[in-house]
Every structure is written in structure tokens, then in C-alpha cells.
């Protein structure tokens, strides 16, 4: 049978993330993960990062394509980036990445190990047999391409890797922790996402101990051959197993708008509704900051979300989008005025909370515990209505997205090709 861990669709994009969207992803990465560590320490942000659901929310309210494989690369470069200059405050390293990169990996947590003091040369293992069984003792049809290991200064980690199938068109993204890892080669997995493509064999499922042992022993006594004219014998007789246990599941969608159905009303309502209610009670001192009003409070409801809330509100990563839009143009192009005064914000608070002033990022929490009250009873907007809205006012906050890139640079060449 097929995983234990669940399954998601997750459709594979190719395409390159914008430098003007890459820069603003490392400073909001790096912030949230900072107001994250602040309010509940390093162990619980590497919990989230090995939860699929808050993941794909945490790379929707960056801006990137809320359902696709690309969230993954580039919210593990943005990290990269983002908490480098934080290495020694927060005590969180991210090593690895995509193509060469994931070859980097044991290097870099060796050195960053004799830096540290942690075991960088057991970590170094722990990231190679990590690999080697999403690539070979689970037998899926994906070819790993990604590679990213989140590594604490007590030595406790988090792996997020990626997988794809060109031809089908889909990508798996698998999550492992340290945390309760008793086993590399049973049940190690926090999570797996990705669409069902048939029979696959994982041979790190708890009900595999018995082919794994005897796997060996069948190698030991009868050699590579007599296996192979063994298989051969018994191909097509292999039963199913049932009941297979499943870890939590995210399921993607193809399609690039964000519909109603991939969204829960209800809650982006309450985000709406606290942030006209606490908006005015709470951002007082901060609405007298230039450029920051209602909008962004809006988007701070949903990035404190990101930050406060509990797993099972990640459910519907399309939500998130809404914060700041996608840099395809869906739910609408990125505001980019709202996400730099949302930076502006959320820094302010982490600076001063680092200095023992609480009183903002208390604020940002209680917009995320006053959504969730109103959402039992709050109204407003059809999601149709709400992005209609917001890509008839994107040319005041700046709207972008990568087709106006292209735009920008055809129109370059053309000027270049034209006759003075």
C-alpha cells in the first residue's frame, strides 16, 4: 500500500521567484519566525515547519502561489536568507536547497557543528539516510531534487524535502522532525504530501519490519540473483495491505484562481471583522505610522494567524493568499505597499519585544484572538466580491506580478530594437 502519512497535490511549477518578491519573503520569513520563537521558543516553529498545512499557509502569506511545489523551494530559500543574520540570536540554522545545494548539506551542518558544538558529523548522516530513504526505501515514482535541513543549536532538526514526477506533472514534499524520532527506518515521517500516484512501497512503514529484516537476510543466503528470479515468480501476487494508517493530508488543486471552495469563509471574515474592531484599539500609535492603515492591519490579522494560531486552522492554505495576494496575479497581484508596511510592523514589534516592550506584539496576538471570536458571528463579502475588490484597488497599493515583469522587459527590448 501506499504511505502512512496522507497525500496532497500538489502541481509542479517551474518559473523563478522575482527579486522584488524574494527580498520582501527573507525579511517577513525571518520576522515571523522570530515573533514565533519569542512567544513559544525555537522547538515550536520547527514543529510547524514539519506541519505541511501550516507550511503551505506560511508560503501563501509571503506572496508566492498559494497551492504549488514552488512554495517549497522558495520558502526554504527565503529562510536561508532571511535568518542567516540571525544564526547566532535565534540559534537556528537552514542548510541546503534545491539541485547543488542539497548536495551542500553535509558540509555545512559540519562546520556549522564545530561552530556550535553540536555533532555536525552525526547530523551529516542524519541528512544523508534521510534522503536515501524518500529515495529508495520509500519507492513512490518522485525523483528528489530539494533538500532542506532546519537545524537548532541543541541539535534538534527539521527536514523538508521535495520530490517530482515530470511527466505527471506533480511534486511530494515530505516533512521529518527529530522530535520523537526513534527509528530512520520506521514510521520516521512527520508528514507526506502528495497526489496518490498508484502502488507505492515504503519500507519504513511499521508493518515493514519484518521485509526489512528480511530483505537482509534473503541477500545474505540467497545472493542478488535468486532474488531476481524470485520477484519474477511472485509479480502480481502481492496483496494490499489494509487499514493503512494516515498522518495528517493536505490535498492542492490544479487550478491557479482561488475559489470558493478552497477557502473558509467564515474565517476570513472574522480576519476582516477584528481587524475593523481592534484596529482602532489597538493600532492606534501604530495607524500614525505613514502608509499603514486599515489595509495592512487586514493583512497583520492573517500574518498573526501564521504566528498564533493552532494547527487546525491551516486547513485552506488559499486563506492566506489573501494577506498578500500572489506573485501570478492570484487572488491578486501583490500589494506591495501593504507588504512592506506589514514588514514595517511586524519588525517594530519583534524589535522591541527583543527589548522587553511587549505591548505591540501583544497587540498582533489579541487581532488573532479577537478573529477568532468574531468568526462565529462575523459577515461580510463573497470571496468573488473580496478579490474584485482588491484587484480594482491593486494600482493604489502598488499591485505586481511576474507578467508585469515580462511586460516591463519586452517593452525594454523593443525601445532597445527601435530606430533613434
Known amino acids: 500500500m501506499a504511505i502512512r502519512s496522507g497525500s496532497a497535490d500538489l502541481p509542479l511549477h517551474g518559473g523563478r521567484v522575482p527579486r522584488w518578491l524574494s527580498e520582501r519573503m527573507a525579511k517577513l520569513g525571518a520576522l515571523i519566525c522570530e515573533a514565533m520563537v519569542a512567544e513559544y521558543g525555537r522547538d515550536e516553529l520547527l514543529q510547524r515547519l514539519a506541519h505541511p498545512f501550516w507550511f503551505q499557509s506560511f508560503g501563501a502569506v509571503m506572496g508566492m502561489d498559494w497551492h504549488s511545489s514552488g512554495i517549497t523551494t522558495s520558502v526554504i530559500g527565503a529562510l536561508k536568507r532571511g535568518l542567516a543574520p540571525l544564526e547566532k540570536e535565534l540559534g537556528l540554522h537552514v542548510c541546503g536547497g534545491r539541485g547543488k545545494h542539497s548536495r551542500s548539506t553535509p558540509a555545512e551542518l559540519i562546520s556549522i557543528g564545530d561552530r556550535v558544538g553540536f555533532d555536525g558529523s552525526a547530523l551529516a548522516s542524519a541528512s544523508r539516510l534521510v534522503a536515501k530513504v524518500d529515495s529508495a526505501a520509500v519507492q513512490d515514482g518522485f525523483d528528489l531534487y530539494l533538500h532542506g535541513f532546519i537545524v537548532a543549536d541543541d541539535g534538534k532538526w527539521v527536514v523538508v524535502q521535495q520530490g517530482m514526477k515530470g511527466d505527471a506533472g506533480q511534486a511530494r514534499r ?13 514510521r520516521p515521517h512527520a508528514a507526506i504530501e502528495g497526489q496518490a500516484q498508484g502502488e507505492i512501497i515504503n519500507l519504513t512503514d511499521v508493518r515493514a519490519a519484518g521485509a526489512r529484516t528480511g530483505s537482509v537476510d534473503l541477500l545474505s543466503s540467497l545472493g542478488p540473483d535468486a ?11 502481492v496483496e494490499q495491505p489494509k487499514d493503512q ?12 484562481d482561488v475559489r470558493p471552495s478552497d477557502v473558509v469563509l467564515r474565517r476570513l471574515h472574522g480576519s476582516l471583522a477584528a ?18 492603515g486599515a489595509r495592512t492591519v487586514e493583512s497583520l490579522a ?3 494567524e ?31 505597499a501593504v507588504y512592506d508596511r506589514t514588514i514595517q510592523v511586524l519588525k517594530g514589534a519583534v524589535t522591541r519585544s527583543r527589548l522587553g516592550q511587549d505591548e505591540q506584539l501583544g497587540a498582533i496576538k489579541r487581532l488573532d484572538a479577537q478573529a477568532r471570536v468574531l468568526e462565529a458571528s462575523a459577515t461580510g463579502p463573497s470571496l468573488k466580491s473580496y478579490m474584485a475588490h482588491e484587484r480594482a484597488r491593486s494600482r493604489d497599493y502598488g499591485g505586481r506580478t511576474v507578467f508585469d515583469d515580462h511586460t516591463s522587459a519586452e517593452a525594454a527590448r523593443r525601445k532597445s530594437r527601435s530606430p533613434m
Open 275 to 292: 481587524a475593523a474592531d481592534r484596529g482602532p484599539v489597538d493600532f492606534a500609535e501604530l495607524l500614525l505610522v505613514p502608509g499603514v
Open 174 to 186: 515530505y516533512h521529518w522532525t527529530s522530535q520523537g524520532l526513534g527509528s530512520f527506518v520506521e
Open 302 to 304: 492573517m500574518v498573526a
Open 306 to 336: 501564521v504566528v498564533y494560531g493552532a494547527p487546525h486552522r491551516f486547513a485552506d492554505p488559499g486563506r492566506f493568499a489573501m494577506a498578500h495576494g500572489g506573485k501570478d496575479g492570484h487572488p491578486f497581484p501583490v500589494p506591495l
Open 227 to 237: 532474488i531476481v528470479r524470485e520477484v519474477g515468480k511472485l509479480r502480481g501476487l
Open 245 to 256: 494508517p494516515f498522518l495528517p493530508h493536505l490535498v492542492m488543486p490544479e487550478h491557479h
